[in-house]
Structures are given as structure tokens and as C-alpha cells.
């Protein structure tokens, strides 16, 4: 879902991430974190050879790529407007991507991901399995058959999907009661901080990266001989290159970007099931299903506790309450409403709730929308992370493209930011060419 440039506020600075955010369930788990207030020095340093403006998972991600490259820096400093992750990485919905679907790159960032929390050992509450993408009414099953035939006919990698359109079939699988058809394909979640801190720490530890936390980047301007001067509350640092992990907010300190990146804010649950889909009762996939005129949610039942995370529900409210919404400490309560009643809507069996189960807790999150779904990994801008993409007129149906959230491609973009810094060419990154930023798709008009 893009939130369109032509919007009156699609072209305000997105300012400053806020200082007194709510909490989403993964940053209430983690209060114990050391990384909370982390200074790596007391002193904001006056140079570093690379500064990276953002510590969510592009950052994070494009921080150790560069110490596990060739021609590593020398120094890298990470300047957080709030803490360590706790922007949209801190707050999605846990993660959903799958192998193969509409676009190779999701399958490439999946496997590297996998790769890398096993080479690193990363304990994050990494699970992989199927997902289900069920639609609720007939004319979402038919676009879902119209855009998986056209997929298919184009020659894309459908060997993975099974498709279920058999309602009754539908129905059983997906355990929705309205369901008239679903797909079934790989999916994966886990928990985003511990990923991101884990990096974090490793990059600290090990390579010597300096984090700056409540380091609120004002301004980045030209240096007087060369590079770059980064303007904070707390004192100005030069560095040879700057990348932009910013996503929503990345407008504020290029302007160019207005309308191009533009934010929106979601909302998340998180649900304790009932005794019906505890234990052996769980859901068995990560979950998107859809209805009325392109209305979604999406939802992970996590294995390890049994909680439900459950996001969606922009529908309830007038579209100019959340595009363009920069504001994560403030919650929108028709949504709150919606997504405390979801389940027992939806799913077939849920019962009723006794004390203690249901609606735990909501949080928002903010997200950086692309006129293309497409994001924006090059010159040292890491940001647009919208959702799962589309690569041509045929594949920007609304079949896959179901999560506004970009973890289905961020770590391969970080490693390609890497290889850019490193002096290696576009083809090296290995990132598909529409990825590239070109006046094209910074010309608002182009839509």
C-alpha cells in the first residue's frame, strides 16, 4: 500500500523521529538491553570515515557487511535520533518473506538472512515455514487467480506455490471462515531487535563501531575541502562518506526525497490466543488474508510463546490520519479497536475469551512507502523499505506485494550499500536494476 505522492502532506519534511515513542511488544522484551543509552564514547567523535544515520537493520546490517568486506573501514560511527532499533525494525510484525515469489531478489535476501543468523549464531526466534496468503470475498480470489496465471504464463517461479481454491479446502487449511482461497508458500519470522542487537554488539565488540544513541542528525552538508559535515545536538562529525538508513524520515535530511519516500504509520497487536489455538491448536503459518477494496492484515503466531502479532486494520480510519503520519508515540483508537475483535472476526473457532487471553497490547510504527515499492539502496541511501515489490507492469498486481515492511530485502541491499562503499560497481551488488536511484524515479511526477 503506497500512500500517494500527490497527497498534501506527502511533501512535508517528515521532521525528527519523536522522542517518547510507545513501545511495540519486541522493545517491551528488551529492557534489560545494555544497548539502552549506549555510548560507545563519551564524546561525540569529530571524524569517522564512515557515518551511517540509522541503527534499525539497514544500518545495523550495512555496518557489519562493511567490516566483513574487502577494504574495511577504518572507523564507522552509527548516529541514533532514539535508541538502538527502535524504529520500524523495532516494531514490524516479525518478519514474513518467502523464496520465491514475483521477483528473485526476496529469495536471495532470504537465503542471506538465514545465512547470516547461522554463521553468526544469532539467537533471534528465527523460524521458517509456510505462509499463507488467504483472500475473504470473490473479487480478492480473483484477482489473486488473475495475477498468479499471469505470473505464471510470464515464466515466473511458481513451484513453490500452491494455490487452494477449493473454498471448503480454503476454509480447513486456513482455519478463516470466510476463506474462498488461499496460497501456500515459504515464509519465516523472528524476533527483529535481537537480530539488530546482536549485530550491534558483535560490530562494537569486534570491529570497534562507535554507537551514538540519542544523536539526532539535524543536517548533513558539504565539508569544506571534501566529505561530508553531519550537524547533531551534540556537536558536528566529519565523515568521507554518509549513508542514509533513515526509511521514513530520510526527506528531512534530503529534501529531494519528498515524495518520494513517504511515511505512514501502521499499528500492531499483540494477541494471547485462546485455549483453541494454543498448544497443539496453533497456527501452523505465518499469515496474510485480504478483502473489500484491497483491505489487509497480516499476522505471526510466534512458536516460542504462542503470542499472536497481528498488524493491519488502516481501513478504519481516513487515510489522511495515518499517510504522512510521522508520530509513533500516539495510536489511532478505531484501529485499537479493530485489532482487539480480529481474531474472534475472522477465524473460525476462536471461543470466547477468558481472563488474561485476547488483546495484550498495541503499539505504531513508522514506514517508508515507495511510488514503485521499490527502494532506494544506492548512493548510500538505505531507505524505502515498503514491501515486497514490483519489477514491471505485470508483477505490480497486488498478489505477494502484502507486507509494508521491508525485511524481505534489507540485508541484501545493506551488503550491496557495502560493496558500493567499498569501491565495487553496481553489477557486483548483485541487486536488481530497478533498485538503481535515477532522476526517473526521484521526478515526482513519474508515477
Known amino acids: 500500500?503506497?500512500?500517494?505522492?500527490?497527497?498534501?502532506?506527502?511533501?512535508?519534511?517528515?521532521?525528527?523521529?519523536?522522542?517518547?515513542?510507545?513501545?511495540?511488544?519486541?522493545?517491551?522484551?528488551?529492557?534489560?538491553?545494555?544497548?539502552?543509552g549506549h555510548r560507545t564514547t563519551e564524546s561525540l567523535p569529530q571524524a569517522t570515515e564512515v557515518a551511517i544515520i540509522g541503527s534499525g537493520l539497514s544500518g545495523v546490517?550495512?555496518?557489519?557487511?562493511?567490516?566483513?568486506?574487502?577494504?574495511?573501514?577504518?572507523?564507522?560511527?552509527?548516529l541514533e535520533a532514539r535508541e538502538a532499533c527502535d524504529g520500524a525494525t523495532g516494531r514490524n510484525g516479525g518478519y514474513s518473506s518467502y523464496k520465491r515469489a514475483l521477483e528473485r531478489h526476496p529469495q536471495d535476501n532470504f537465503?542471506?538472512?538465514?545465512?547470516?543468523?547461522?554463521?553468526?549464531?544469532?539467537?533471534?526466534?528465527?523460524?521458517?515455514?509456510?505462509?499463507?496468503?488467504?483472500?475473504?470475498?470473490?473479487?480478492?480470489?480473483?484477482?489473486?487467480?488473475?495475477?498468479?496465471?499471469?505470473?505464471?504464463?510470464?515464466g515466473g517461479p511458481v513451484d513453490s506455490i500452491v494455490m487452494i481454491t477449493d473454498s471448503d479446502e480454503a476454509k480447513r487449511i486456513s482455519r478463516m471462515r470466510n476463506a474462498v482461497l488461499t496460497a501456500i508458500f515459504p515464509g519465516a519470522s523472528l524476533w527483529p531487535y535481537k537480530l539488530v542487537a546482536h549485530l550491534l554488539k558483535l560490530c562494537i565488540d569486534k570491529f570497534g563501531l562507535n554507537l551514538q544513541t540519542t544523536t539526532p542528525v539535524t543536517s548533513v552538508k558539504p565539508g569544506t575541502s571534501s566529505g561530508w559535515i553531519?550537524?547533531?545536538?551534540?556537536?558536528?562529525?566529519?565523515?568521507?562518506?554518509?549513508?542514509?538508513a533513515t526509511n521514513a524520515y530520510t526527506a528531512t535530511l534530503l529534501p529531494e526525497f519528498l515524495g518520494c519516500i513517504v511515511p505512514g504509520q501502521g499499528q500492531c497487536a499483540a494477541i494471547v490466543p485462546t485455549k483453541s489455538f494454543s498448544g497443539k491448536g496453533m497456527l501452523a503459518h505465518t499469515c496474510c488474508y485480504r478483502f473489500g477494496d484491497g483491505n489487509y492484515d497480516y499476522l505471526i503466531q510466534r512458536p516460542q510463546d504462542g503470542i499472536i502479532i497481528l498488524g493491519g486494520g488502516k481501513w478504519n480510519v481516513e487515510r489522511m490520519k495515518i499517510a504522512g503520519e510521522t508520530n509513533d508515540s500516539m495510536k489511532q483508537p478505531e484501529i485499537t479497536e479493530y485489532l482487539k475483535g480480529?481474531?474472534?472476526?475472522?477465524?473460525?473457532?476462536?471461543g470466547t475469551e477468558r481472563p488474561g487471553e485476547?488483546?495484550?497490547?498495541?503499539?505504531?510504527?513508522?514506514?517508508?512507502?515507495?511510488?514503485?515499492?521499490i527502494p532506494f539502496p544506492s548512493a548510500y541511501v538505505n531507505a524505502g523499505h515498503c514491501g515486497h515489490g514490483k519489477l514491471s507492469e505485470l508483477l505490480s498486481s497486488i498478489w505477494f506485494n502484502r507486507l509494508p515492511l521491508g525485511m524481505a530485502r534489507i540485508v541484501s541491499c545493506s551488503?550491496?550499500?557495502?560493496?558500493?562503499?567499498?569501491?565495487?560497481?553496481?553489477?557486483?551488488?548483485?541487486?536488481?536494476?530497478?533498485?538503481?536511484p535515477s532522476a526517473k524515479r526521484l521526478n515526482k511526477e513519474n508515477k
Not at 546490517?61 to 552509527?78: C, H
Not at 480473483?142 to 499471469?150: G, N, P, Q, T
Not at 480480529?342 to 476462536?350: D, F, I, R
Request: hydrophobic share 35%.
Open 1 to 36: 500500500m503506497y500512500y500517494e505522492a500527490d497527497e498534501a502532506n506527502s511533501y512535508h519534511s517528515p521532521g525528527l523521529p519523536v522522542q517518547e515513542p510507545c513501545l511495540s511488544f519486541w522493545l517491551q522484551g528488551t529492557r534489560s538491553s545494555t544497548l539502552l
Open 61 to 78: 546490517a550495512t555496518a557489519y557487511f562493511l567490516f566483513n568486506g574487502p577494504n574495511p573501514p577504518k572507523s564507522v560511527v552509527i
Open 111 to 154: 537465503n542471506l538472512t538465514m545465512d547470516l543468523i547461522e554463521k553468526e549464531d544469532i539467537e533471534c526466534d528465527f523460524w521458517k515455514g509456510d505462509t499463507l496468503d488467504t483472500a475473504l470475498d470473490k473479487s480478492s480470489a480473483e484477482l489473486r487467480r488473475k495475477s498468479y496465471e499471469e505470473f505464471k504464463a510470464d
Open 230 to 244: 553531519l550537524e547533531t545536538p551534540r556537536g558536528n562529525i566529519t565523515a568521507e562518506k554518509v549513508v542514509y
Open 342 to 350: 480480529a481474531m474472534a472476526s475472522h477465524y473460525e473457532g476462536w
Open 358 to 373: 485476547g488483546y495484550l497490547y498495541d503499539w505504531t510504527g513508522i514506514m517508508g512507502y515507495t511510488r514503485e515499492n
Open 415 to 436: 551488503k550491496g550499500i557495502a560493496t558500493l562503499i567499498a569501491g565495487g560497481s553496481w553489477e557486483e551488488t548483485k541487486l536488481p536494476e530497478c533498485y538503481q
